[in-house]
């Protein structure tokens, strides 16, 4: 292994930045070139490659979003494109490549090393935390706290004027960011997509809290459960009480990485680097009480099970 690649790939996430400095210096310590690629597997069928050193990636543990772009490649799901990705693979002489996003970026991996003879390695980075192998992802945990740090501040309002405030946050299929900041922001209720839930049974609950002299609630929706302008409507319907909806939608993917995402991304990046020099392929880096944890693409991509039960019932408790 002489010269190996890295790009970031799908939605970006705080920390992608910090983990491509983590891999570029690591490989460039162990005597390895690196190059980077632009805008995912994108930039790999168009030849989108630059030459990385150490200046490369200075002044960039703190920033969000990625130095190398990021796309959803539409082409690359094509086995056309995939082959003229490999074509530039070999011609560029990449040895190995390290592969940062989430379950579209791994299937991506899955799918070139299946059919191809190159070495990847995947690095865990998406908001939505829902990759297996690993308990977080990088950027989940900056995720929740721009969220919190703005459910905080619709709580002040709610309060103020005695409204229900319906918060929507991201997570298409996974409920982890609604769930993580309903506990943390002290919100009434939380509807995701791995529970079963009741509005109306939801709405009863408002109207009981509101004859004892409840004045305000915020209710948390992750997008994949229900549209909050849907359930703000269900609920003004039922309980006749006023509501306002805010989705937080993009914000909650830019923003500085929290020490716990920096710090995972300079684990888990120089994780990866170690594999691709040991000859491993087709496995993603993860942490698993503090431990790192290898598994199997396939493993990694697999429906992650979230256990919502008793930090559910901790929550309506806590309200
Ligand atoms: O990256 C994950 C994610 O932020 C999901 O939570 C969300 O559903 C999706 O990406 C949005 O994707 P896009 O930016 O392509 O609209």
Request: hydrophobic share 40%.
């Amino acid at each position: 292994m002489k010269r190996i690649g890295v790009l970031t790939s799908g939605g970006d996430a705080p920390g992608m930045n910090a983990a491509i400095r983590s891999i570029v210096r690591c490989a460039l310590h162990e005597k390895l070139e690196v190059v980077g690629v632009l805008r995912g597997y994108d930039g790999l069928i168009n030849e989108e490659i630059r030459t990385m050193d150490h200046a490369s990636v200075s002044n960039i543990i703190n920033r969000g979003g990625t130095i190398l772009k990021t796309a959803r490649s539409a082409e690359f799901m094509t086995r056309e494109g995939r082959k003229r990705a490999m074509d530039v693979i070999r011609k560029n002489k990449i040895d190995g490549l390290v592969l940062i996003g989430g379950d579209g970026t791994y299937r991506g991996g899955i799918a070139l090393t299946e059919e191809f003879e190159i070495p990847c390695i995947g690095v865990p980075c998406t908001i939505d935390n829902d990759l297996n192998g690993t308990e977080a992802t990088i950027g989940s945990d900056t995720a929740v706290n721009t969220a919190l740090e703005a459910i905080d501040k619709i709580r002040d309002t709610a309060t103020s004027m005695e409204r229900i405030f319906v918060v929507e946050v991201m997570g298409r299929e996974s409920g982890f960011i609604a769930m993580q900041v309903a506990v943390g922001g002290g919100a009434e209720d939380v509807l995701i997509p791995e529970r079963k839930f009741d509005v109306e049974e939801m709405c009863h609950d408002i109207v009981e809290g509101n004859i004892r002299g409840k004045i305000s609630w915020i209710i948390i929706v992750a997008e994949g459960a229900a549209k909050g302008e849907a359930i703000a409507r269900q609920i003004t319907d039922f309980t006749s009480l006023e509501t306002r909806v805010v989705v937080l939608g993009h914000v909650q993917r830019g923003g500085s990485p929290t020490a716990q995402d920096r710090i995972l991304a300079a684990r888990l990046g120089a994780e990866a680097v170690g594999l691709l020099l040991k000859g491993e392929s087709g496995k993603a880096v993860g942490v698993v009480s503090d431990e790192i944890n290898i598994v199997d693409f396939e493993f990694a991509v697999r429906k992650k099970i979230l256990e919502t039960d008793k930090i559910y019932n901790l929550m309506k408790i806590l309200t």
